[in-house]
């Protein structure tokens, strides 16, 4: 039976306090018992534990130290234009469990989604589901939700290469792109919303370093682009 995973710091007795939420989970949902053993990730380190409390915060104790880590050669962080709360929901889950390093949530001019004085509660609505996400995919990290930004904030992130998915037909092909991939890099690529970017939008980040890139001749759907290029990453790093 495959073991439940969860993410917490080793404390110096070599033990983990996991959270009150896992805990509830340990206790009422997987119905575990005291001297069960589960995975816990500290710092990218897999470690197997035995149950020794099942209080309110659960304890368990180091029994061995794993070699896994099931992590992709490249740093992805998917700039997602914000999109109703399922579809959002399904690409933030579905991009972990394909590698995406952090998530950026994008309010662009076309934008049908008001998040403005919802901003804490969204993002840690978000934290949670990629988290949780993290923990089902057997991840050694819990991708980071970062604070909602515009299109301005965006262009002053650092990262080796920037990648905009546009319909504009002078795009570039994405297989071009991957192939050039070198382990270790870092990526951001930018989807946007149901209804695309503005030209001024592209514009002002093709100025700033974006590579324009194409998916082919189909027009995808916002959440399906995002999920295709994770794919796409994903299966070029198994090569």
Request: glycine share 4%; hydrophobic share 45%.
């Amino acid at each position: 039976m495959m073991m439940q995973r969860y993410f917490s710091l080793i404390r110096e007795d070599a033990t983990f306090a996991l959270s009150l939420e896992d805990s509830y989970h340990i206790r009422s949902v997987m119905r575990m018992h005291i001297g069960d053993f589960i995975e816990v990730v500290s710092e990218k380190k897999l470690y197997i534990a035995s149950i020794v409390s099942l209080d309110k915060q659960v304890v368990a104790k180091v029994v061995s130290e794993k070699s896994d880590y099931n992590e992709i050669g490249f740093s992805v962080c998917l700039a997602q234009s914000l999109l109703k709360e399922q579809k959002m929901d399904l690409v933030l889950q579905k991009a972990t469990e394909l590698g995406a390093s952090a998530f950026i949530p994008l309010v662009v001019d076309r934008s049908i989604i008001n998040v403005k004085g919802k901003e804490d509660k969204k993002i840690e609505r978000w934290q949670k589901i990629v988290k949780e996400a993290s923990e089902q995919a057997k991840r050694n990290v819990v991708p980071r939700v970062h604070s909602v930004m515009t299109v301005s904030e965006l262009c002053q992130m650092d990262y080796d290469i920037k990648i905009l998915c546009t319909v504009n037909e002078k795009s570039k092909n994405l297989k071009k792109i991957l192939s050039n991939l070198q382990s270790g890099v870092t990526m951001l690529v930018v989807v946007g919303p149901e209804g695309g970017f503005t030209v001024r939008e592209e514009e002002k980040m093709i100025d700033n370093g974006f590579i324009p890139i194409s998916l082919g001749h189909t027009v995808l759907r916002a959440e399906t682009v995002a999920l295709f290029l994770m794919s796409a990453i994903h299966y070029h790093d198994m090569g």
